[in-house]
């Protein structure tokens, strides 16, 4: 069964850049229609998808988010990357890390990884 698991820096100040990585294992970033994504869930807000890279290496960022979100992969580490840059305040989320199916189904979650822009 694949399994994620998200890390990254919990605290980031203002105006930084936040970078997330998401390890997979039990499985590969290149297997057919597999594809990557990055979800958050801000205190009292529903999920937000930010970005996904695909099996083969395309990839797609939220529009609200594209002008400061980049996703990249290392598929010797099977890790994906997200970053944001420039956070404030309103980037402070549970970051997680899901793999979805062709379906469109979500079929593996990560525990998640909290991320607090403050100063």
């Known amino acids: 069964q694949v399994q994620l698991q998200e890390s990254g820096p919990g605290l980031v100040e203002p105006s930084q850049a936040l970078s997330l990585t998401c390890t997979v294992s039990?499985?590969?970033?290149?297997?057919?229609?597999?594809?990557w994504s990055w979800i958050r869930q801000s205190p009292g807000k529903g999920l937000e998808w930010i970005a996904h890279?695909?099996?083969?290496?395309?990839?797609y960022v939220n529009p609200s988010l594209s002008r400061r979100t980049s996703i990249s992969r290392d598929t010797s580490k099977n890790q994906i990357t997200v970053q944001l840059s420039s956070v404030t305040p309103e980037d402070t989320a549970v970051y997680y890390c899901?793999?979805?199916?062709?379906?469109?189904?979500?079929?593996?979650w990560g525990q998640g990884t909290q991320v607090t822009v403050s100063t």
């Open positions: 039990g499985g590969s970033i290149t297997t057919n229609y597999a594809y």
């Open positions: 890279m695909a099996f083969e290496g395309s990839t």
């Open positions: 899901a793999l979805r199916g062709p379906d469109g189904g979500y079929r593996s």
